[in-house]
């Protein structure tokens, strides 16, 4: 499980990444997904997947879900502490949010 | 047919732009090695082309596992050279971008300029040598020979292009820190 001291912003790449892994996913469904799930408004580059991929592994966050069949693409998925991560950055988001409405009203 | 050019760039920028343009031509670019490119005839704009900066040389474990990750992705390995691999993919019209998030460009910058650092310092010290050899010639034995300021000046300008390109990159650094403060990616 990430420590509190990593409760840090996701970044949005990394928020969508993670909520993409619901399902097992390789590299290419995973951007897929993440274009989709943004209406086309965050697309990650192939550098950037890696290593954000390569990050969420070693932090516990995702893990390898072996190659589908006739096929060498490795595959992801969610783990526990990812799906925590997940529900964080909602608070987190849901703390933003609830702050600019407060603005809003006052100025209104 | 082949056709087979020896050109060098410090510029990656530059290099991308002139392979674009040797694609929008009709030249697609199938073998690179230092300032080695082999294009062949392929219909104009087919390919859209990266000059990416590896964080390990390219014959490292760590690379071999980048670039076969960007060969799942349909992203293809034209040729690498030490730090730099040249990439290339179908156009479908959309952007080709290899990084898309300022922490990746960052890194990627910095291991960059440490890069042309070290090999600025070393072109520095094999300039010193050369020049220091060719004064001590021309004052001590009185011999005199064209060839050193010749190699003087060669050497001269690898390291002024070296020099330069740090100092773009360095820029370019400078201006990710400052927009990664504002704004995520």
Redesign the interface.
């Known amino acids: 499980m990430p420590e509190s001291s990593e409760r840090g912003a996701l970044t949005e790449g990394v928020y969508y990444i993670l909520l993409s892994l619901c399902q097992p996913l390789h590299g290419y469904g995973i951007m897929q997904k993440v274009s989709e799930m943004s209406g086309g408004r965050v697309s990650l580059g192939a550098g950037t997947l890696y290593g954000a991929l390569n990050t969420l592994v070693e932090k516990g966050w995702i893990q390898s879900a072996g190659s589908q069949e006739n096929s060498r693409k490795k595959e992801y998925c969610i783990t526990a502490a990812g799906q925590q991560a997940i529900l964080w950055e909602m608070e987190r988001l849901q703390e933003l949010l609830d702050a600019g409405e407060t603005f809003r009203e006052e100025k209104t | 047919m082949r056709t087979s050019i020896w050109k060098a760039y410090y510029n990656e920028e530059k290099e991308e732009q002139w392979l674009q343009e040797m694609a929008a031509q009709g030249q697609a670019l199938i073998h690179y090695k230092w300032v080695h490119y082999v294009f062949e005839p392929s219909k104009p704009s087919e390919y859209l082309y990266r000059v990416?900066f590896l964080e390990h040389m390219a014959y490292h474990p760590e690379s071999r596992l980048?670039l076969q990750?960007?060969e799942?992705?349909?992203?293809e390995c034209v040729g690498t050279w030490m730090h730099w691999a040249v990439l290339r993919k179908k156009n479908s019209g959309e952007?080709f971008?290899?990084?898309?998030?300022y922490?990746?460009r960052i890194?990627?910058c910095r291991k960059a300029c440490h890069w042309y650092m070290v090999f600025f310092l070393f072109e520095l010290a094999i300039l010193l040598l050369e020049a220091w050899v060719g004064l001590y010639d021309y004052f001590v034995y009185g011999d005199f020979s064209l060839v050193f300021p010749l190699c003087v000046l060669i050497i001269l300008l690898f390291v002024l292009g070296i020099g330069n390109q740090y100092r773009r990159l360095r820029r370019t650094l400078k201006r990710y820190q400052r927009e990664k403060a504002i704004f995520?990616?």
């Open positions: 990416e980048y990750f960007l799942d992705m349909d992203i952007p971008q290899i990084l898309t998030d922490d990746s890194r990627q995520e990616a």
